[in-house]
């Protein structure tokens, strides 16, 4: 299906996801996932799940498997314990990329429960807050994997910082790799009085309101859960309400492009 050449913004109120909701967890889904399933609604370009998830201590995800996916997960508050089958053992926090590669088949659990990691921790009474997204490969089978990289300190100047990517062009200044060659997560922690940010060029984006309020040029103003899905479109400035933090996919294909790897 080829992309569309008229350039599309298209505003999803946060209020307006799909949503699970159980004793420990808080879950709203920008595109169908699970149970809930709109078929006018399964993607945008490459990005399949973007879920926002709460999850109260002591409680969380027991083992799964995945297969054929880049999950990449960032945790806006509280803390999440990752343990996988290749014997990946660590705890995610705010300012920390990490992204796990299911290709052939991967099992993992993500608990907010630190300190049975650590015995010298304190249990905790603060829910882990988190957005995680999956995208998919260029190709299916590879070998799984895991990275993870501490990326506070670029993320304290307040630029769009490239979190996550398989695009060439970023080769040199992403924190973490993953197999999409078409696709790439940024994130921006925007103080209040900023100048902004601009927007990359795509044909797919998608703009996720993680934290606070800002304005989007062409699009207004978007609160907290708030998204853009824009097509073929591009160069827009992104100034923040207050403190504000944002999440950006650039992506240059779409699900079932004959032209994406």
């Known amino acids: 299906m080829p992309t569309p050449t008229t350039p599309r913004i298209e505003l999803h109120r946060g209020g307006d996801r799909l949503k699970t909701r159980i004793s420990w967890l808080d879950s709203k889904h920008s595109f169908s996932f699970g149970e809930h399933y709109d078929p006018d609604n399964t993607h ?9 998830d709460v999850v109260l201590p002591g409680e969380g995800f027991d083992t ?12 806006l508050g509280g803390s999440l314990v990752h343990q996988d089958s290749l014997g990946h053992n660590g705890v995610i926090y705010p300012g920390l990329a990490q992204r796990m590669s299911a290709g ?11 300190w049975r990691l650590d015995a010298a921790q304190p249990e905790h009474d603060e829910p882990v807050h988190f957005v995680q997204m999956w995208v998919v490969p260029d190709e299916p089978g590879v070998d799984p994997g895991y990275q993870q990289l501490e990326i506070d300190a670029e993320l304290a100047r307040g630029e769009l910082i490239t979190v996550a990517s398989g695009l060439p062009r970023y080769r040199d ?21 900023s100048a902004g940010i601009t927007l990359p060029d795509a044909p797919y984006l998608h703009v996720f309101v993680a934290r606070g309020e800002v304005e989007l040029e062409g699009a207004g103003t978007l609160a907290q859960g708030d998204a853009v899905r824009m097509t073929r479109t591009g160069g827009q400035r ?8 944002i999440l950006v996919w650039e992506m240059h294909a779409r699900l079932g492009d004959s032209s994406r790897g």
């Not at 799964?64 to 945790?75: F, G, K, L, S």
């Open 173 to 193: 200044r992403t924190a973490i790799a993953i197999n999409s060659s078409h696709a790439a997560m940024h994130a921006a922690r925007m103080p209040a009085g």
């Open 44 to 52: 945008h370009g490459l990005l399949l799940v973007n879920n926002e």
């Open 104 to 114: 052939t088949g991967i099992l993992h659990s993500e608990k907010n429960d630190s």
């Open 64 to 75: 799964h498997p995945h297969r054929d996916m880049e999950i990449v997960t960032w945790v």
């Open 238 to 245: 992104v100034r923040p309400r207050g403190d504000a933090e």
